[in-house]
């Protein structure tokens, strides 16, 4: 099946630093997304991008599907955007999401 | 988007015991989804629940011991069943074949 794996898995900023999260992916995908998971288990989508770039806010992606990656850039990091970053593709027509592992991004005042 | 209301938010449950967890959508959807995060782990998902149809489980998932119902377009409930502390994790429902939008999870310890 279908491989997706993150990087880095960990990641501690001083509140103000940016980051750059990844995401690869070892085949064709119908899309992909990027989800946020607060520290009390709260999964919010951050961006739907199968190609190409979003921005919204602070933060943005880009996708590049025929390289398989997609990149999730946080400018000027707050405590809030402290927890787990996941990436998760489509794999198969049908909505089922198959997750990397996270990035757990801690970020410091 | 959708609104997904999850409950229990919540539960310390006794082993051998049987626990079900509802999801409410604010819309009809056609497919609704039921994913498990173990403790420190990234999210799996369990089966797919199709109103009016068997639900569709994962490699790994059985019907015997998470029974799914979806009785119309807008709830579902999960059961996980026999419960072991092995099942010990958050367990979310989700809705959306494009954006996929999550319930707020279930945090079941079993003890």
């Known amino acids: 099946g279908i491989q997706v794996e993150q990087s880095p898995p960990d990641l501690i900023l001083q509140e103000g630093a940016n980051s750059t999260l990844r995401c690869n992916f070892s085949?064709?995908?119908?899309?992909l997304q990027w989800f946020h998971q607060n520290p009390w288990g709260q999964l919010i989508n951050l961006f739907y991008?199968?190609?190409g770039t979003k921005q919204n806010g602070r933060l943005s992606a880009t996708t590049v599907a025929t390289e398989r990656y997609s990149l999730l850039y946080i400018s000027s990091s707050q405590t809030t955007d402290s927890g787990v970053y996941f990436c998760a593709v489509e794999y198969r027509q049908g909505g089922k999401l198959i997750f990397g592992q996270g990035t757990e991004l801690s970020v410091k005042p | 988007s959708a609104v997904i209301s999850q409950k229990p938010s919540r539960d310390i449950c006794q082993r051998g015991t049987s626990l079900t967890i509802q999801c409410q959508v604010d819309?009809?959807?056609?497919?609704m989804f039921w994913y498990r995060q173990q403790p420190g782990q990234s999210l799996t998902l369990i089966a797919t629940a199709n109103q009016g149809s068997e639900a569709t489980y994962e490699s790994g998932f059985v019907i015997d011991k998470f029974p799914i119902s979806r009785p119309n377009l807008t709830f579902s409930t999960l059961t996980v069943s026999n419960m072991s502390p092995e099942d010990s994790s958050i367990y979310l429902c989700?809705?959306?074949?494009?954006?996929?939008?999550f319930g707020q999870g279930t945090r079941l310890t079993v003890v």
């Open positions: 989700s809705v959306g074949t494009g954006v996929a939008f």
């Open positions: 085949d064709s995908v119908n899309n």
């Open positions: 991008i199968p190609s």
């Open positions: 819309s009809q959807v056609t497919m």
